[in-house]
């Protein structure tokens, strides 16, 4: 039987966009109180006044280290608990390595990496204190696979594929289960910066899905007996070549 979502109270990193909004729109749907953590304050304004009550903004820059360390208490002073934790906020980097500067790097691995750790690290004491939690993080199909024509990017998500796994085992012990989602392209923002080529190609065969789909995946996993841990979740665009 699966679980319900009801009444539990969930923060969503990058919650204004993308994947992030989507999944906020699910978890509202389902029942839940979401803080949409994210560091654009109008688009947060903006949707929490649309979608009531149960929506909380949390203007959190992930990439300012005052600002990430903040951000779970802030949201436990606003909720009083966080029952799920899905860390999906992310960046992207195409291309060569060498067509690549230090700084885009730095901000991707801070962003795809660091930030993710530091916000798992900074909930497990409350979910331990509570024996219950749920850590979701966005990885994606690139932490599966070498994917040539974005190693800065691909290798961000190996990491979290590791750290991931890693996690869920150090954590199961004490009732709170961690798992990750790896979405194939997604419409999304984050799709800027592939070659112009790549993207054409993939929009006229049908090998992008909607950040919906990858919310489903996320409703599915958080709603399993518990039990049952989902670790992973690869969805791909069905014509998608990889």
């Not at 497990?124 to 994917?147: L, Q, Y």
């Not at 984050?190 to 899905?209: F, H, M, V, Y």
Request: aromatic share 4%; with cysteine.
């Amino acid at each position: 039987m699966a679980e319900s979502i009801q009444g539990k109270v969930a923060a969503v990193t990058g919650a204004a966009s993308g994947i992030g909004l989507a999944t906020t729109e699910a978890l509202l749907k389902a029942g839940a109180t979401v803080a949409m953590v994210d560091r654009d304050e109008k688009a947060l304004n903006e949707l929490t006044g649309k979608f009531g009550d149960k929506a909380i903004a949390q203007v959190t820059d992930l990439l300012d280290a005052e600002s990430c360390d903040a951000m779970v208490p802030e949201v436990l002073q606003k909720t009083g608990r966080i029952d799920v934790l899905h860390c999906n906020a992310g960046t992207y980097i195409g291309g060569d390595l060498d067509e690549t500067n230090n700084a885009a790097i730095d901000r991707m691995l801070n962003l795809n990496v660091n930030a993710v750790m530091k916000n798992v690290r900074d909930v497990i004491p409350h979910m331990k204190e509570r024996g219950t939690g749920d850590i979701v993080v966005t990885c994606s199909v690139a932490g599966h696979t070498a994917v040539s024509w974005e190693p800065v990017y691909s290798g961000s998500k190996w990491a979290m594929t590791c750290f991931v796994q890693a996690m869920r085992r150090q954590l199961m012990g004490h009732g709170i289960r961690v798992g990750q989602v790896s979405p194939g392209p997604v419409i999304s923002a984050l799709l800027a910066d592939w070659p112009e080529e790549n993207l054409r190609k993939a929009k006229e065969n049908g090998s992008l899905i909607e950040p919906t789909e990858v919310a489903d995946a996320v409703i599915f996993m958080l709603t399993r007996p518990r039990n049952v841990t989902i670790r992973d979740v690869v969805v791909l665009p069905t014509n998608f070549d990889i």
